[in-house]
Every structure is written in structure tokens, then in C-alpha cells.
């Protein structure tokens, strides 16, 4: 149980384009997931946190307006890399919260490429 | 805010033998937990462990265990009988009781030689 599923696991895009990653929680209801970007051999590093229903929240140093987030249903929360340079390529991972104080899952990570 | 550190970049360990990875924290939260995760090259976040902050006792995962040190805010992972299967970057994480964000350390990469 609690299981997170993360697309694409990999994607290549050109420079000044944008591109979606999809996070669906498949067999809970996720009223919070969060965002990391993790560079190579580096921590993840938080970048939003995602409420169904209301505004995500963004860390400091994390531009909104390139990085949307939106989190519509209970099941579904999106981050949306805009118009995306090479310094955007990383990898993005998503994690939900499924119970109690503690409990969290991970989706499997998108491989990010800005050529 | 709330701050995690690894001091340990890479560590290594002969298979069956024993290694402890090392994790401090800082926070001046009373409501807080405790995690170590195994990041394999997958990238796949495996949960190894979890310590609430409120219990004294060290928690235990088969042949995982931690000394969770309250007072020097110190959060160490042993691995014991290391098998190849743990190679793995392995990350401490601390959880806010209050914000509920989850705040990782620097990781340490574990190698495991045969």
C-alpha cells in the first residue's frame, strides 16, 4: 500500500519549452505532497510543498514562476517546469504523505534533461 | 530552521562486518522524528528506519539500528553483517511535527566490498 507513481521517469526537452511531471498517489488520498530536486550524488533538497486545493507553498530560493505546482485533486499533484533552461536539469522527486505524523512515500523520480 | 548534517561523504565496510553512519541535527523543536533512507542507484527513497524523538528507546530494524543520542542531537546509524545489497547512498532526515516537511542531509555513500 501507499504508493506514489511518478511520470515520466525520464524526459529530454528543448530549451525554452516546458514540461509536466505527474504525481498520483494510487491507493490513498494525498492532501500534502512535497517536491525535491536532487543534483547528482547531492541531497534532495526541498522545493514545495503542495496542498489539494490551495496555493503551494515554496521554499526560499525556489521561483514559482518557473517551477508551477498544482495540486487539483487528492490524488494528483503536477509540477510544471517553465520555459526550462540546461541549469533546470536534475532530478525532480515527488513524496505524499499517506499517514499519521509520519508516514510518507516517494515516487521514483523524474530524470530531467534541458538540451 | 532546521538543519541535518553527514559528515561522512563515502564510507566503506567489508561484507559481514559492521558500519555506523553518523547524523547530527539541529532544532529547537520539541515535536520532531527521525529517519535514515537508502537511496540505491534506482533512486527509488527506501525507508531504513525511524525514531520518534519523544521515545528514549533506539530503534531496531532487523540489522539496522540507531543510537539516538537526544541531548547531543546526534542520530547515528549501524549497519550490522553488511551484505552487498546495502550499497546504497544513504540519507538522515528530519521530520518537522509542526510544518510536516521532511528535511534530508547531505548523504553518505556506502560501498560495500566483497
Known amino acids: 500500500g501507499a504508493v506514489v507513481s511518478q511520470h515520466p521517469s525520464r524526459v529530454i526537452c528543448k530549451s525554452g519549452t516546458s514540461v509536466k511531471i505527474e504525481c498520483r498517489s494510487l491507493d490513498f488520498q494525498a492532501t500534502t505532497m512535497f517536491w525535491y530536486r536532487q543534483f547528482p550524488k547531492q541531497s534532495l533538497m526541498l522545493m514545495a510543498t503542495s496542498n489539494e486545493g490551495s496555493k503551494a507553498t515554496y521554499e526560499q530560493g525556489v521561483e514559482k514562476d518557473k517551477f508551477l505546482i498544482n495540486h487539483a485533486s487528492l490524488t494528483l499533484s503536477t509540477l510544471t517546469v517553465t520555459s526550462a533552461h540546461p541549469e533546470d536539469s536534475s532530478f525532480y522527486i515527488c513524496?505524499?504523505?499517506?499517514?499519521?505524523?509520519?508516514?510518507?512515500?516517494f515516487g521514483s523520480g523524474t530524470r530531467l534533461t534541458v538540451v | 530552521a532546521q538543519t541535518v548534517t553527514q559528515s561522512q561523504p563515502e564510507m566503506s565496510v567489508q561484507e559481514a562486518e559492521t558500519v555506523t553512519l553518523s547524523c547530527t541535527y539541529d532544532t529547537s523543536e520539541s515535536d520532531y522524528y527521525l529517519f535514515w533512507y537508502k537511496q540505491p542507484p534506482s533512486r527509488q527513497m527506501i525507508l531504513v528506519i525511524r525514531?520518534?524523538?519523544?521515545?528514549?528507546q533506539n530503534a531496531t530494524e532487523n540489522r539496522f539500528s540507531v543510537n539516538f543520542q537526544k541531548a547531543a542531537k546526534s542520530f547515528s546509524l549501524k549497519i550490522s553483517d553488511s551484505q552487498l545489497g546495502d550499497a546504497a547512498m544513504y540519507f538522515c532526515a528530519y521530520l518537522s511535527g509542526n510544518t510536516g516537511k521532511l528535511i534530508f542531509g547531505q548523504g553518505t555513500t556506502l560501498q560495500v566490498k566483497p
Open positions: 513524496s505524499a504523505r499517506y499517514a499519521g505524523k509520519y508516514g510518507y512515500t
Open positions: 525514531q520518534e524523538a519523544y521515545k528514549q
